[in-house]
T-cell receptor, first 114, second 111 residues
């Protein structure tokens, strides 16, 4: 089974801190994604990457950046955390578009910014 | 990507069949219909995918009429553990890596 592992289940950070969320997948997938999930808003795509060192903005990239130095690792960076970035963050990977088939998600990181 | 519309919530009882209908009026020729399931405090999990007619696996069935403007996910004989949020997605098989998730349908199964 594909495993997508997010480094932390819960994080509490202070406003203005730089925050790193790490995601690792073990199935050699080309594509990796970062979503945030908020009540009533579903999942919203922040950034995705279809190759090492490549990145594409999703629907809500403002306030975030990403890094993909190795194929298996995709990091989400909050340059200066703000309270409106309190959310559940979900990482996913896939081997191709495939009409939505076979995207594997991690268990999420619940980030609270105080 | 085609926008999808599905009910916000549905209630059921153990042993019943649950049918969730999703409308996607603007589906394109190369779009597939895919359903994901999400339990609390977990990421979404792929359930089933189809293009037309009927698809069945060990978890669910997916019914797609000829015009493909809607689809119905059928969960046979649900149990308490099927309580989850179910997302209907329309996605392409090429040149588009993004998945768009709506608010989903919260299915609550009661004893």
């Amino acid at each position: 089974d594909v495993k997508v592992t997010q480094s932390s289940r819960y994080l509490v950070k202070r406003t203005g801190e730089k925050v790193f969320l790490e995601c690792v997948q073990d199935m050699d997938h080309e594509n990796m994604f970062w979503y945030r999930q908020d009540p009533g808003l579903g999942l919203r795509l922040i950034y995705f990457s279809y190759d090492v060192k490549m990145k594409e903005k999703g629907d809500i990239p403002e306030g975030y950046s990403v890094s993909r130095e190795k194929k298996e690792r995709f990091s989400l960076i909050l340059e200066s955390a703000s309270t409106n970035q309190t959310s559940m963050y979900l990482c996913a990977s896939s081997s191709g578009p495939q009409g939505g088939y076979g995207y594997t998600f991690g268990s999420g990181t619940r980030l609270t910014v105080v | 990507l085609a926008k999808t519309t599905q009910p916000i919530s549905m209630d059921s009882y153990e042993g019943q069949e649950v049918n969730i209908t999703c409308s996607h009026n603007n589906i394109a020729t190369n779009d597939y219909i895919t359903w994901y399931q999400q339990f609390p405090s977990q990421g979404p999990r792929f359930i089933i995918q189809g293009y037309k007619t009927k698809v069945t696996n060990e978890v669910a069935s997916l019914f797609i009429p000829a015009d493909r403007k809607s689809s119905t996910l059928s969960l046979p004989r649900v149990s308490l553990s099927d309580t989850a949020v179910y997302y209907c997605l329309v996605a392409r098989t090429s040149n588009d890596y993004k998945l768009s998730f709506g608010a989903g349908t919260t299915v609550t199964v009661r004893a």
